[in-house]
């Protein structure tokens, strides 16, 4: 499964997307909890990202915007649960230009025959909010998002590789 799976059945308020990378789950933990590497995946094309902090522990929070070619910034925020690790992380997730409308996002990395599936589901408050941020482009999102998140894990294992 190399393909990213992204399903949102009719009348749940639910996102589930799925996708096996060629790397260890510590390297996908690394790239969802460093902001330096954090910076080279997330968000869409042509915008830059910056990451104001991000604390990652229980109780820990995160904040940070992409600012896009004309200067307008998209601020982002959201308060970890739990002890992320190299098995999960489970966060809150806001977009501040639609305050209140928060998600509960769990991302698993497992690790199978050498590769991970990252999955990540995430909960919305209603399926109309779930419906507002599919059709706000959260697909074309991701796919992007994932295709720079590959090409950056092929990038630490082959740094790993050439460390050994």
Do not use: C
């Not at 639910?14 to 910076?39: I, Y």
């Not at 509960?104 to 991970?116: C, D, Q, S, V």
């Amino acid at each position: 499964m190399t393909e990213t799976r992204i399903i949102a059945e009719p009348g749940l308020p639910l996102v589930e997307v799925t996708r096996e990378f060629d790397a260890p789950p510590h390297l996908l933990f690394r790239a969802h909890v460093e902001p330096d590497l954090l910076v080279r995946w997330l968000g869409t094309d042509g915008l830059v990202m910056t990451v104001d902090h991000l604390d990652a522990r229980h109780g820990g929070t995160w904040r940070y915007s992409h600012r896009d070619a004309g200067g307008n910034d998209y601020g982002f925020h959201g308060v970890y649960h739990g002890t992320p690790s190299p098995d999960h992380i489970t966060q809150t997730f806001e977009f501040e230009g639609m305050p209140g409308h928060v998600s509960l996002e769990t991302i698993t990395f497992e690790e199978r025959a050498g590769k991970t599936v990252l999955r990540l589901l995430a909960v919305f408050q209603s399926v109309e909010d779930r419906d507002g941020k599919l059709a706000s482009g959260m697909e074309s999102g991701i796919h992007e998002s994932i295709r720079r998140l590959d090409a950056l894990v092929a990038t630490l294992v082959d740094n790993l590789a050439a460390v050994r």
